[in-house]
T-cell receptor, first 114, second 115 residues
């Protein structure tokens, strides 16, 4: 049973518009959430994170929102750029007591069209 | 700093053969991890280590063994490869404590094909 799910395998957006990537989770014990970005033939790279005690974190064009009651988080990219085209993974952590293990969603492929 | 490096980058094995994947990190991270990535499945944790000489099972450990004899290295072994182990393997590392401990740094991956 997948504890972290990304229900949209792909998303296509026009350059300059907003990209919204969604992620749902089932385990209420997760205490930290992260988004990773992955280009082909490379390893995932960290993008942005949010603690479970917050509902929003912003870093430049990237904002992550957390809705704990709905067990839902989303990544907003504004404005979207062609270089943002990649696979995005959301991940959740149970913290140091669980070895900082991350549980990943299946990924969403974002395509930003010029 | 090289960060996290993985050797080899590509490998083709026949069913039943064995091999070892090597991961090295130069960031003095305490924790290290091995994941596999399959289409539509995201990254799934195989084994991890919270320190030199210690290892633990992750979500999909069957068919794999690991060792961490030195803090900077984490080895993943396949004793008898099966076609189901065809995948891309990623190694990652992180600090043990602190805010940045949640962030894992990934290597470039090893693409393994078992025929």
């Amino acid at each position: 049973d997948q504890q972290v799910k990304q229900n949209s395998p792909s998303l296509s957006v026009q350059e300059g518009r907003i990209s919204i990537l969604n992620c749902d989770y089932t385990n209420s014990m997760f205490d930290y959430f992260l988004w990773y970005k992955k280009y082909p033939a490379e390893g995932p790279t960290f993008l942005i994170s949010i603690s479970s005690i917050k509902d929003k974190n912003e870093d430049g064009r990237f904002t992550v929102f957390l809705n704990k009651s709905a067990k839902h988080l989303s990544l907003h990219i504004v404005p979207s750029q062609p270089g943002d085209s990649a696979v995005y993974f959301c991940a959740a952590s149970l913290g140091e007591g669980a070895g900082n293990m991350l549980t990943f969603g299946g990924g969403t492929r974002l395509m930003v069209k010029p | 700093n090289a960060g996290v490096t993985q050797t080899p980058k590509f490998r083709v094995l026949k069913t039943g053969q064995s091999m070892t994947l090597l991961c090295a990190q130069d960031m003095n991270h305490e924790y290290m991890y091995w994941y596999r990535q399959d289409p539509g499945m995201g990254l799934r944790l195989i084994h991890y280590s919270v320190g030199e000489g210690t290892t633990a099972k992750g979500e999909v450990p069957d068919g794999y063994n690991v060792s961490r004899l030195k803090k900077q290295n984490f080895l993943l072994g396949l004793e008898s490869a099966a076609p189901s182990q065809t995948s891309v393997y990623f190694c990652a590392s992180s600090y043990r404590v602190g805010r940045s401990s949640y962030e894992q740094y990934f290597g470039p991956g090893t693409r393994l094909t078992v025929t």
